[in-house]
């Protein structure tokens, strides 16, 4: 542990540039079909196994960060998430290779089981499983409720913000974006930069 | 009749929705699909969202078969490109401008603020879903399994939803 002293100093120079020499446009879109061809369950874990540790096409900082950023703007963070990784690797086209990847093969799916389900949607059997199917997915959305919470709440205020939220879509109505707006500024306005926060060593 | 310019203008509305994730377009979704343009009934927007849980990639799939109910296979591939285009260019627009603004103070308040809101916005789906999703002691008893489940062991989530087709299939199986 005599050498730990020097690691510190190492840290200033781990820049962004931490992508291989060359990802083809075609390579992109593979590795993206492939996740959204074997991502059952939830897409993060898949994109970490195979961007990060299989391709180390993002080191692990920049994936946390990429994942926060998918996390506050609209959009679903596959797809947020085909988008910032294929930018940084191809451009455009790289996030468009992505994004079409990432999509492909859960459309054709849903597009078969739709057609599938409106046949035969009505028989008993299958509405017995979809009443177990909705049920679950109740319990998977809290589940993700919980873990969020853990994760990304910086404040015990933020329980307020999270209440007047579901009070305003589910008791009074309002619709989604009106709240989202509304309280969001109020959120964003309780998170203000604080003149503490800014103190960054400076060497 | 002509369901595309609906269609389009209805997923690319939801789209902008779904921050925190799709749940979040929940409400008004159902508003949007069930109530408004009828292209699907309230117990099937939630068999095809809850479907659409075990289906691989964004969890939102089941937007393709609402538009292919509606729209056949354009109707589908209209939805596809009205729910992920609008966002996959904002996210574009902001993967390059985000980076800059990693000294602006504000950045981490956007952040920390909107945390609380997608949470909340993730619930009150989760709730309106509820309504139509847990009708009786049995069904809020295999939504809390999974929750408890979910919290306590690291198991693959589409493993329990099909898990729950199974106990639905013995459970509510008219006798």
Same mark, same amino acid.
């Given at each position: 542990?005599?050498?730990?002293?020097?690691?510190? *100093?190492? %840290?200033?120079? *781990?820049?962004?540039?931490?992508?291989?020499?060359?990802?083809?446009?075609?390579?992109?879109?593979?590795?993206?079909?492939?996740?959204?061809?074997?991502?059952?369950?939830?897409? =993060?874990?898949?994109?970490? !196994?195979?961007?990060?540790?299989?391709?180390?096409?993002?080191?692990?900082?920049?994936?946390?960060?990429?994942?926060?950023?998918?996390q506050?703007?609209?959009?679903?963070?596959?797809? @947020?998430?085909?988008?910032?990784?294929?930018?940084?690797? /191809?451009?455009?086209?790289?996030?468009?290779?992505?994004?079409?990847g990432?999509?492909?093969?859960?459309?054709?799916?849903? +597009?078969?089981?739709?057609i599938?389900?409106?046949?035969? /949607?009505?028989?008993?059997?299958?509405?017995a499983?979809?009443?177990?199917? *909705?049920?679950?997915?109740?319990?998977?959305?809290?589940?993700? =409720?919980?873990?969020l919470?853990?994760?990304?709440?910086?404040?015990?205020?933020?329980?307020?913000?999270?209440?007047?939220?579901?009070?305003?879509? @589910?008791?009074?109505?309002?619709?989604?974006?009106?709240?989202?707006?509304?309280?969001?500024?109020?959120?964003?306005?309780?998170?203000?930069p604080?003149?503490?926060?800014?103190?960054?060593?400076?060497? | 009749?002509? %369901?595309?310019?609906?269609?389009?203008?209805?997923?690319?509305?939801?789209?902008?929705?779904?921050?925190?994730?799709?749940?979040?377009?929940?409400?008004?979704?159902?508003?949007?699909?069930?109530?408004?343009?009828?292209?699907?009934?309230?117990? %099937?927007?939630?068999?095809?969202?809850?479907?659409?849980?075990?289906?691989?990639?964004? @969890?939102?799939?089941?937007?393709?078969?609402?538009?292919?109910?509606?729209?056949?296979?354009?109707?589908?591939?209209? =939805?596809?490109?009205?729910?992920?285009?609008?966002?996959?260019?904002?996210? +574009?627009?902001?993967?390059?401008?985000?980076?800059?603004?990693?000294?602006?103070?504000?950045?981490?308040?956007?952040?920390? /603020?909107?945390?609380p809101v997608?949470?909340?916005?993730?619930?009150? !789906?989760?709730?309106?879903?509820?309504?139509?999703?847990?009708?009786?002691?049995?069904?809020?008893?295999?939504?809390?399994a999974?929750?408890?489940?979910?919290?306590?062991?690291?198991? @693959?989530?589409?493993?329990?939803?099909?898990?729950?087709?199974?106990?639905?299939?013995?459970? +509510?199986?008219?006798?």
């Amino acid at each position: 542990m005599s050498d730990a002293g020097a690691k510190p *100093a190492l %840290q200033t120079t *781990a820049g962004a540039t931490t992508a291989p020499a060359e990802v083809s446009i075609f390579q992109i879109f593979l590795e993206f079909l492939i996740i959204g061809a074997t991502s059952f369950g939830g897409v =993060v874990p898949y994109l970490r !196994g195979s961007l990060v540790t299989k391709r180390h096409w993002v080191d692990d900082k920049e994936f946390v960060e990429m994942l926060s950023i998918s996390q506050s703007l609209p959009g679903l963070n596959a797809t @947020n998430m085909a988008v910032l990784v294929g930018e940084k690797l /191809g451009g455009a086209m790289g996030a468009f290779a992505g994004v079409i990847g990432m999509c492909l093969p859960g459309a054709v799916l849903m +597009f078969v089981v739709g057609i599938f389900y409106r046949i035969h /949607g009505d028989h008993v059997w299958i509405t017995a499983a979809l009443k177990g199917v *909705a049920a679950a997915a109740v319990g998977l959305i809290l589940s993700t =409720v919980v873990s969020l919470s853990k994760k990304s709440l910086s404040a015990k205020f933020d329980f307020v913000f999270i209440a007047l939220t579901v009070v305003a879509v @589910n008791r009074f109505h309002i619709s989604v974006p009106k709240t989202l707006i509304a309280v969001g500024i109020l959120a964003i306005l309780f998170h203000h930069p604080r003149k503490e926060q800014k103190t960054v060593a400076t060497p | 009749m002509n %369901q595309i310019p609906a269609l389009i203008r209805v997923f690319s509305y939801l789209s902008l929705l779904t921050v925190g994730g799709g749940m979040a377009a929940f409400p008004e979704m159902k508003i949007l699909t069930v109530d408004v343009h009828q292209w699907l009934d309230f117990k %099937q927007l939630i068999h095809l969202y809850s479907v659409g849980q075990m289906a691989p990639g964004p @969890n939102m799939m089941m937007i393709v078969s609402i538009g292919q109910w509606a729209g056949g296979t354009l109707g589908a591939l209209a =939805v596809l490109i009205a729910f992920f285009g609008p966002t996959a260019i904002l996210a +574009f627009l902001v993967a390059k401008g985000w980076r800059k603004l990693e000294k602006w103070p504000w950045r981490t308040s956007i952040q920390q /603020g909107l945390a609380p809101v997608s949470i909340g916005l993730l619930l009150a !789906g989760c709730f309106s879903m509820a309504k139509g999703a847990i009708t009786g002691v049995e069904t809020a008893g295999i939504a809390v399994a999974v929750l408890l489940i979910l919290l306590q062991y690291k198991i @693959n989530p589409a493993l329990l939803v099909v898990a729950g087709a199974v106990i639905g299939l013995f459970t +509510f199986m008219p006798k």
